[in-house]
DNA sequence: ACCACATGACTCC
DNA sequence: TGGAGTCCCTGTGG
């Protein structure tokens, strides 16, 4: 009922803005100067057309006769596999499923012999796990664990709680994919979101239609971001424009701590790009890293760069993750693409300092030390691979255990992460998106996946019909059994079921808002049911569901600070 | 329903 | 070592 009056009240609102939004972003794309390199997809090389006999072997396609000769001569469009180009099956989206070239090793784990749709990684994940190894070593890091670690290791686990129904989403949020998701320190029900475009998101999704979108801070990506340990109304975030920015969350205002790029754009060759982030709080540094393999460290306090920054991966690569431990945070742990993750102590931070080195066999998207013991270590690889590193009970030569996942990373996505559950006090439960799709019910979902990492199991795998795009980014509350996702532009928010239920009956609430254009429809009296285009793909199309509880809104209103 | 486009890792030469 | 070509279960807008 209130969602209702709240529909019809403000529609211009929301187109208004949406129509400068995309304004804003096309202004923008023009002035991007770049390389126009066009890919030759030859449709007609896609679909063959071949004159042949009356005999025409068609094999799905349609053929048409000449009626003007008195010779019909039959034309057949000969479907071609769009992998690996050949004849007599068809590689594709049949219905919800997809169906592998056969010609191809198994797109999931890249072995030969099967496809991805009877890959038995793809049915069962214990299939894909490698036991721990046993051997130890005694290394200077195995004594720092030892001496500061090891006593925080739980040994009960208690049962999961898992998120898995939709509570509140904002459809179309972002005016570009979500990179990264960021709950607020203390206040439960802030979550921060960041864009393909560097704007970063505030919702307060308590109050579902509290939400703002600060533009000005960066150009382009916002690849991480951090709450300022002493002010949690500030925000850190670091960009691929090769700036960090210090952001307050209340005005938008933001200042720069370092610009890479003083002298903006010379070439790729020299442009600099932040993506990995982290904190110390103790030392009061930001520590950032590049796209050149270096590691650059920040005085909070006096806004100044410290030292010069330090190699601490292949020179020339991408660090695309930071992570302190969070019980010596002095133990810093990299990652990046030169395949590998590392380990460096704070103390003594020199090129070739690395205590250790974790190798993979692709580019590593993420690493993440465990969040209350900080003895584990999760890395997330587009090897299609979630390893477990632990220091404790295994060493840190060889993953603990390695559970073959499907988070291959397409170059249009946000990379995958396999993010802890920080209210696990067994320090096993990790949440990760999935690429490849499944059916449900005739619909091709893509959903995000709890895994157990001391067994290698999937608890858990939660999709809604509503979400047919890919959520490559997802965030575990700190305190409260919610997760947070990204999905393409919109931002989604999953609760326990029961609780959901709970929480629907109180104040019925249970409210997806919308932005973008198609939002003209909501307040063009349309009904709910079957306005369902503004979240759903060509994918969605067939689904089966109906969108069932969900109650579809135009925003309220919205602060929005353009540059 | 179609197309163009954004865009990154990797292999090969 | 570096540039060109290839990969191709994406998502959006026109």
């Known amino acids: 009922m209130s969602t209702r009056a709240r529909r019809t009240s403000f529609p211009e609102v929301v187109i208004e803005r949406d129509t400068d939004t995309d304004e804003s972003s096309d202004e923008e794309e023009e002035e991007e100067v770049e390389d126009d390199v066009v890919e030759s997809d030859d449709p007609a090389e896609e ?23 008195k010779t019909p001569i039959t034309i057949s469009l000969k479907k071609v596999c769009k992998v690996c180009k050949r004849t007599g099956h068809q590689a594709g989206f049949q219905g919800a499923t997809y169906i592998d070239c056969p010609m191809k090793p198994c797109f999931l784990g890249k072995m030969p012999g099967h496809t991805t749709v ?21 290394s200077s890091l195995d004594y720092v664990f030892e001496r500061q670690v090891r006593h925080g290791v739980p040994s009960i686990k208690p049962a999961f709680v898992i998120p898995d129904e939709v509570n509140c989403a904002v459809i179309r949020y972002h005016s570009r994919r979500v990179t990264c998701l960021e709950f607020h320190p203390t206040n439960n029900n802030i979550l921060l979101s960041g864009d393909k475009k560097g704007q970063l998101g ?16 960066h150009n382009c990506l916002l690849n991480n971001m951090k709450f300022g340990p002493a002010n949690d109304g500030t925000v850190y975030t670091a960009s691929s424009d090769g700036t960090i920015s210090c952001t307050d969350l209340e005005t938008g205002l933001s200042t720069s701590l370092m ?19 982290e904190l110390n709080a103790e030392k009061g540094l930001v520590l950032v890293a ?19 920054s330090i190699l601490i991966h292949k020179k020339g690569t991408k660090v695309v993750g930071l992570h302190c431990n969070p019980l010596q945070p002095d133990l810093l742990l990299s990652c990046g693409n030169d395949h590998f993750a590392r380990i460096w102590d704070m103390r003594r931070l020199e090129a070739e300092s690395c205590l250790h080195g974790l190798p993979h066999k692709r580019v590593v998207n993420s690493a993440y030390f465990s969040p209350l013991s900080g003895s584990k270590i999760v890395t997330t690889s587009i090897d299609n691979r979630i390893r477990v590193w632990d220091s ?24 995958f992460r396999a993010e802890w559950d ?17 059916n449900y019910n005739g619909a091709a979902l893509h959903p995000i996946d709890f895994i157990d990492i001391s067994t290698g199991q999937l608890v858990a795998e939660v999709m809604d019909p509503n979400i047919t795009t890919i959520s490559p980014v997802n965030k575990l509350h700190p305190r409260d059994d919610v997760l947070a996702s990204g999905s393409s532009r919109s931002l989604f928010i999953w609760r326990p079921k029961e609780k959901s239920e709970m929480v629907q009956e109180k104040d019925k609430s249970k409210i997806m808002v919308c932005n973008g254009k198609n939002s003209k429809k909501f307040g063009d009296g349309s009904d709910n049911d079957d306005s369902g285009d503004d ?5 969605g199309k067939n689904l089966k569901h109906k969108k069932a509880n969900m109650v579809i809104t135009p925003c309220k209103s919205s602060k929005k600070k353009k540059p």
Not at 51 to 69: P, Q, R, Y
Not at 126 to 137: L, M
């Open 422 to 438: 920080p209210k696990d006090s067994s320090e096993s439960l990790v949440v990760i998106g999935r690429y490849i799709s499944e």
């Open 259 to 277: 610009d890479l790029n003083p002298n903006g754009w010379q070439g790729p060759s020299s442009w600099r790009m932040l993506y990995g982030m």
């Open 290 to 308: 590049d796209n050149f393999g270096s590691l650059h460290l920040v005085d909070a306090r006096s806004n100044s760069k410290k030292g010069d």
């Open 535 to 539: 979240f759903s793909s060509k994918k």
């Open 392 to 415: 404790v009970f295994g060493n840190l030569d060889t993953p603990s255990r390695e559970i073959v996942h499907s988070h291959d990373f397409n170059r249009h996505l946000t990379p």
């Open 47 to 69: 679909e063959e057309e071949e004159i042949e006999d009356k005999k025409g072997k068609d094999v799905g396609g349609s053929s048409t006769a000449d009626k003007k000769g």
């Open 202 to 217: 505030v919702w307060d999704f308590g109050k579902v239609y509290e939400k703002t979108v600060y533009g000005n801070i």
């Open 118 to 138: 009877n890959c038995p990684h793809r049915v069962a994940m214990e299939f894909g796990v490698i036991p721990a190894s046993r051997k130890r070593t005694h």
